[in-house]
């Protein structure tokens, strides 16, 4: 192929490649569960990346993916297969990946402009706030790269809003101190936007969790009392609907009652836990997530989304735009959707300026699957969590380290002869987590449970089985037995 021809692709060079890409993805996905879950990179394939040539000629397309398929195709991070139970990582949605593609053709930023990639993010907020019962005019909402950034763009809100001359001041020259609360279950990344948001890890309260992981009310009061009568500024309580380490669902009633009587902002974190709210199971545990002043929401995780895809809601969108917006005078607008700048623009909404269409594979998801499809794959997942649980129960030498909630279960191999040694069993597991993992016939992740090292199990993946948890129950108790 010529310098020119590679640039401008011939329409029979576009379907030929295309072709063996739709051919090599079908592959990729339909192998998969035969193949080990994880193994690691050999040590010199990954020499051979990290210090591999800067292409200096350009190569030949096809010798191209071929090397796609033999050095980065064979050794998957993990999930997509049926029996990967780590983190909170689930298959791929297969329309997701043609809408990658189909996205990346158009590849529009959705900064903002009157362009129907706008309209289509549009339509995918309004549909989440009717998904859970969220004020459908004055609020707003902002596709992310995930939960993360979620997080981040709602905490910014709240700090702006309970401190409305921070964008001029800074944190420093508040005339209180600004203080945030999370439980010591929250996740890492709300800590890690509190800290950039210049909060100051002193001011970062860690409020305890009772038996099943579930901040304390009572903690939660008396800790805003003792901070407002020292002067402070109580600014923003973060809960979990749904922590990542055991699914834990916060009281997100009794907390919001708080929250209301302190005037604290009410931030939930649903990014793992959010969609459970479809099911009968959830959706009266989860109906608080529409009282949130902001939240988090992934549907990279139980939506089945490709990765990335995160939504940060906030209740007040005039608040939100007030918090992120400075707007250079050639984009300025005020809603007009008759001319080229079109409604207010995302970028004015939140911290980046160019914008990807992720909103492409949110809207074709839930378009194709429906709020029936995902009401139903999230209940699989909810059944297969009760069968794990019940066969760990029904094992003598498996123990459940806490309820399970959502569709996480913690468990740890302990023969009743090693239940007084705690020690030993953290160590033991350990060991059997690692040999699990490395093994390749199932994955399972960790987490610590009251000082107890813990195996964990998190049950996003519609192609998982109930074989699939079987194997996992009968794997992990045999390598258990030959470590002992
Ligand atoms: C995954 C997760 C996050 C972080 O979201 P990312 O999508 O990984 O950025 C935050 N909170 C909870 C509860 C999560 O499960």
Same mark, same amino acid.
């Given at each position: 192929?010529?310098?020119?021809?590679?640039?401008?692709?011939?329409?029979?060079?576009?379907?030929?490649?295309?072709?063996?890409?739709?051919?090599?993805?079908?592959?990729?996905?339909?192998?998969?569960?035969?193949?080990?879950?994880?193994?690691?990179?050999?040590?010199?394939?990954?020499?051979? %990346?990290?210090?591999?040539?800067?292409?200096?000629?350009?190569?030949?397309?096809?010798?191209?993916?071929?090397?796609?398929?033999?050095?980065?195709?064979?050794?998957?991070?993990?999930?997509?297969?049926?029996?990967?139970?780590?983190?909170?990582?689930?298959?791929?949605?297969?329309?997701?990946?043609?809408?990658?593609?189909?996205? $990346?053709?158009?590849?529009?930023?959705?900064?903002?402009?009157?362009?129907?990639?706008?309209?289509?993010?549009?339509?995918?907020?309004?549909?989440?706030?009717?998904?859970?019962? %969220?004020?459908?005019?004055?609020?707003?909402?902002?596709?992310?790269?995930?939960?993360?950034?979620?997080?981040?763009?709602?905490?910014?809100?709240?700090?702006?809003?309970?401190?409305?001359?921070?964008?001029?001041?800074?944190?420093?020259?508040?005339?209180?101190?600004?203080?945030?609360?999370?439980?010591?279950?929250?996740?890492?990344?709300?800590?890690?936007?509190?800290?950039?948001?210049?909060?100051?890890?002193?001011?970062?309260?860690?409020?305890?969790?009772?038996?099943?992981?579930?901040?304390?009310?009572?903690?939660?009061?008396?800790?805003?009392?003792?901070?407002?009568?020292?002067?402070?500024?109580?600014?923003?309580?973060?809960?979990?609907?749904?922590?990542?380490?055991?699914?834990?669902?916060?009281?997100?009633?009794?907390?919001?009652?708080?929250?209301?009587?302190?005037?604290?902002?009410?931030?939930?974190?649903?990014?793992?836990?959010?969609?459970?709210?479809?099911?009968?199971?959830?959706?009266?545990?989860?109906?608080?997530?529409?009282?949130?002043?902001?939240?988090?929401?992934?549907?990279?995780?139980?939506?089945?989304?490709?990765?990335?895809?995160?939504? $940060?809601?906030?209740?007040?969108?005039?608040?939100?735009?007030?918090?992120?917006?400075?707007?250079?005078?050639?984009?300025?607008?005020?809603?007009?959707?008759?001319?080229?700048?079109?409604?207010?623009?995302?970028?004015?909404?939140?911290?980046?300026?160019?914008?990807?269409?992720?909103?492409?594979?949110?809207?074709?998801?839930?378009?194709?699957?429906?709020?029936?499809?995902?009401?139903?794959?999230?209940?699989?997942?909810?059944?297969?969590?009760?069968?794990?649980?019940?066969?760990?129960?029904?094992?003598?030498?498996?123990?459940?380290?806490?309820?399970?909630?959502?569709?996480?279960?913690?468990?740890?191999?302990?023969?009743?002869?090693?239940?007084?040694?705690?020690?030993?069993?953290?160590?033991?597991?350990?060991?059997?987590?690692?040999?699990?993992?490395?093994?390749?016939?199932?994955?399972?992740?960790?987490?610590?449970?009251?000082?107890? %090292?813990?195996?964990?199990?998190?049950?996003?993946?519609?192609?998982?089985?109930?074989?699939?948890?079987?194997?996992?129950?009968?794997?992990?108790?045999?390598?258990?037995?030959?470590?002992?």
């Amino acid at each position: 192929m010529s310098e020119d021809a590679k640039w401008n692709w011939s329409e029979d060079e576009i379907k030929r490649v295309g072709y063996r890409v739709v051919d090599m993805i079908s592959d990729y996905l339909t192998r998969l569960p035969s193949r080990p879950v994880f193994q690691p990179c050999p040590p010199d394939l990954i020499d051979g %990346f990290v210090d591999g040539p800067l292409p200096q000629a350009g190569e030949n397309v096809d010798a191209l993916l071929d090397e796609f398929t033999s050095k980065v195709a064979s050794f998957p991070f993990g999930n997509g297969h049926p029996r990967f139970f780590g983190w909170v990582n689930s298959p791929p949605a297969v329309i997701g990946v043609f809408a990658e593609a189909l996205a $990346a053709a158009m590849n529009p930023s959705c900064a903002g402009g009157n362009h129907a990639a706008i309209y289509v993010e549009r339509q995918v907020i309004q549909w989440f706030k009717k998904l859970l019962d %969220f004020p459908m005019s004055g609020s707003m909402g902002l596709l992310v790269s995930g939960g993360s950034m979620a997080n981040l763009t709602g905490l910014t809100v709240a700090r702006h809003v309970k401190s409305p001359n921070v964008r001029k001041e800074g944190m420093q020259s508040l005339p209180k101190r600004a203080i945030a609360y999370m439980s010591s279950e929250g996740h890492s990344c709300v800590r890690k936007a509190l800290e950039l948001l210049g909060f100051g890890s002193d001011n970062i309260r860690t409020i305890p969790v009772d038996d099943s992981l579930k901040m304390r009310v009572a903690d939660l009061e008396l800790t805003i009392r003792r901070d407002l009568e020292e002067g402070h500024l109580p600014v923003v309580a973060t809960v979990s609907a749904g922590t990542a380490s055991t699914g834990a669902i916060d009281p997100l009633n009794g907390i919001h009652e708080v929250c209301r009587r302190h005037g604290v902002w009410f931030h939930v974190d649903a990014a793992y836990g959010g969609p459970a709210i479809l099911t009968d199971r959830h959706r009266a545990d989860l109906s608080p997530l529409k009282d949130a002043d902001s939240l988090a929401l992934d549907p990279h995780k139980w939506m089945y989304v490709p990765v990335e895809a995160g939504l $940060a809601l906030v209740r007040d969108g005039a608040a939100m735009r007030d918090a992120f917006s400075l707007v250079p005078p050639y984009i300025r607008t005020d809603g007009n959707s008759a001319g080229v700048l079109g409604l207010p623009w995302f970028s004015e909404y939140g911290f980046q300026q160019t914008r990807g269409f992720r909103a492409l594979k949110v809207w074709m998801a839930l378009k194709l699957h429906g709020v029936d499809g995902y009401t139903h794959a999230i209940d699989h997942d909810l059944v297969l969590a009760d069968r794990l649980a019940e066969r760990v129960r029904q094992s003598g030498d498996l123990e459940l380290l806490t309820q399970p909630s959502l569709s996480i279960v913690c468990f740890r191999y302990a023969p009743p002869r090693l239940r007084h040694d705690e020690e030993m069993l953290n160590q033991l597991n350990k060991r059997l987590l690692e040999s699990v993992q490395l093994g390749g016939q199932a994955f399972l992740s960790s987490t610590t449970i009251r000082g107890a %090292f813990s195996l964990r199990a998190c049950i996003i993946n519609h192609r998982s089985t109930e074989e699939d948890i079987d194997l996992l129950v009968n794997h992990v108790r045999l390598i258990g037995e030959s470590l002992e």
